[in-house]
């Protein structure tokens, strides 16, 4: 957790850097600084306004952890969807109008983990077969996807005074197919008579959970920010 958390650290300081720059190198063009909610989790935003009409450029960070319990494959787990991502998008803009289209790129950390949850004592239901809770332990898993992935989407700016102002954005980031992985903390010291059964195993839960995790391939992402205008 360490070398997770001190890469959001790291990233947050790229992203206030980079606002600096625009802050100090666009004197001539509007800038602006927001803080958004959604599906992508907590985040803050930039926008330069570049001397090209109807368009704007956007960099921001979102970051957050969802945590609930469920069925995945054939086993319950206590999940983690683990957010961690940063991004670059050209807006295009509508004259007269609230609306724009979204085009852009997210460097993506983000991961679903997944931790068994206790049985009570009841066996495990692996990949179609049964195995005692000594023999298996915890089940962890972790999901990843591609570590660049692109966005479309489209938005509405509405702005009051020309200062404050709220962005409302809807669309899809492409997060490509998972990559999943399964592990039994009690694998190595099960006797070898069950590896040998519950390997195999293993490998049928995780491609069961491959297939579960697919549906996270193209995430919908919703937002709402809050947004100052210099």
């Known amino acids: 957790m360490l ?4 890469m959001k650290f790291r990233t947050l300081n790229a992203l206030l850097a980079a606002v600096a720059l625009l802050a100090t190198g666009t ?9 958004k909610a959604g599906t992508l989790g907590l985040g803050v935003e930039a926008r330069w306004d570049p001397p090209v009409p109807w368009f704007d450029v956007r960099v921001g960070l979102n970051s957050y952890d969802y945590k609930e319990s469920g069925g995945f494959a054939s086993v319950d787990y206590d999940a983690t969807l683990a957010l961690d991502n940063y991004y670059l998008t050209g807006n295009f803009k509508f004259p007269a109008s609230p609306f724009r289209l979204t085009l ?32 298996v ?12 992935a692109p966005y479309a989407g489209v938005g509405f700016d509405f702005e009051v005074f020309g200062k404050a102002g709220l962005n409302l954005d809807f669309g899809v980031l492409w997060q490509g197919e998972p990559s999943v992985t399964l592990e039994a903390s009690g694998f190595d010291a099960a006797p070898p008579l069950v590896q040998d059964v519950l390997g195999p195993a293993l490998e ?27």
Request: aromatic share 12%; proline share 2%.
């Open 27 to 35: 004197a001539t063009a509007d800038f602006g600084v927001g803080i």
């Open 104 to 135: 852009g790129a997210y460097s993506n950390g983000n991961e679903i983990q997944l931790v068994s949850q206790d049985t009570g004592g009841a066996d495990f239901n692996i990949g179609g077969g049964s195995f005692s809770p000594d023999d």
């Open 3 to 6: 070398g997770h958390n001190t």
């Open 204 to 230: 049928l839960e995780r491609q069961a959970l491959e297939d579960d995790m697919s549906d996270y391939k193209a995430y919908p992402v919703v937002s709402l920010s809050f947004v100052y205008n210099f």
């Open 137 to 148: 332990g915890v089940l962890h898993s972790v999901t990843s996807f591609g570590s660049t």
